[in-house]
């Protein structure tokens, strides 16, 4: 398999704009994860999804945000508008079942600056 | 609450020396506990688990022991390289299946 997997690497964009995250996790996995990180405030939970469905979203930081998972092999997390303050490292992470406490695997992240 | 709290970085050592990184934890419920490190521009992956009391995860010369007594999973490494140099996260998760990670103990190994 080739991991999880995220596009685009690299984002750069100004305030104010909409930008979408995206990720393909593990085939058979069917939790997803997405972390934010930063120097500030280390790696920070956003969201996950168990099945397709949004378990918890506490970690969301504000109603710009948003995350969907229309299939077991793709989700997507937006923020509109972007601001600076949303520079980051997101990673996206898949798990096989949570009954069992398993490890997540994590994709190589998107370094989104905003400007 | 769930909390991992980990060694304070950065830790600096010189190739060979023998490595200890610290971590306690706070949860509710019998966790699974595990390192997770991240290199250079990766995101984190797997270094080693372990699921119940006593359990030792070893992996890349690496080892945790599990202990339930004492809230601890400490990582340790005989002789580090310098291709360690990389962040080291503890963590933990229980069956509610949300990970909680500690700060992150960066490494950096000098030859």
């Known amino acids: 398999d080739a991991g999880v997997i995220q596009s685009p690497r690299h984002e750069v964009t100004e305030m104010g704009q909409e930008v979408t995250l995206r990720c393909k996790p593990i085939?058979?996995?069917?939790?997803l994860f997405w972390y934010r990180q930063t120097m500030m405030r280390g790696l920070e939970l956003l969201i996950y999804?168990?099945?397709?469905?949004?378990?918890?979203d506490s970690g969301m930081p504000e109603d710009r945000f948003s995350a969907k998972m229309p299939n077991a092999s793709f989700s997507t997390l937006k923020i509109q508008p972007s601001e600076p303050r949303d520079s980051a490292v997101y990673f996206c992470?898949?798990?096989?079942?949570?009954?069992?406490?398993?490890?997540?695997?994590f994709g190589q992240g998107t370094r989104l600056t905003v400007v | 609450g769930n909390s991992v709290t980990q060694m304070e970085g950065p830790v600096t050592l010189s190739e060979e020396a023998f490595l200890t990184i610290n971590c306690t934890y706070t949860?509710?419920?019998?966790?699974?506990l595990f390192w997770y490190v991240q290199y250079p521009g990766e995101g984190l992956q797997l270094l080693l688990k372990?699921?119940?009391?006593?359990d030792k995860g070893s992996n890349k010369g690496f080892e945790a022991t599990y202990r339930k007594e004492t809230t601890s999973f400490h990582l340790e490494k005989g002789s580090v390289q310098v291709s360690d140099s990389a962040v080291y996260f503890c963590?933990?998760?229980?069956?509610?299946?949300?990970?909680?990670f500690g700060d992150g103990t960066t490494l950096t190994v000098k030859p």
């Open positions: 992470a898949s798990s096989l079942g949570w009954e069992f406490s398993p490890e997540a695997f």
């Open positions: 085939s058979g996995h069917n939790s």
């Open positions: 949860a509710t419920g019998y966790p699974s």
């Open positions: 999804f168990n099945n397709n469905v949004p378990i918890d």
């Open positions: 963590a933990f998760n229980t069956n509610a299946g949300k990970s909680t």
């Open positions: 372990a699921t119940k009391a006593d």
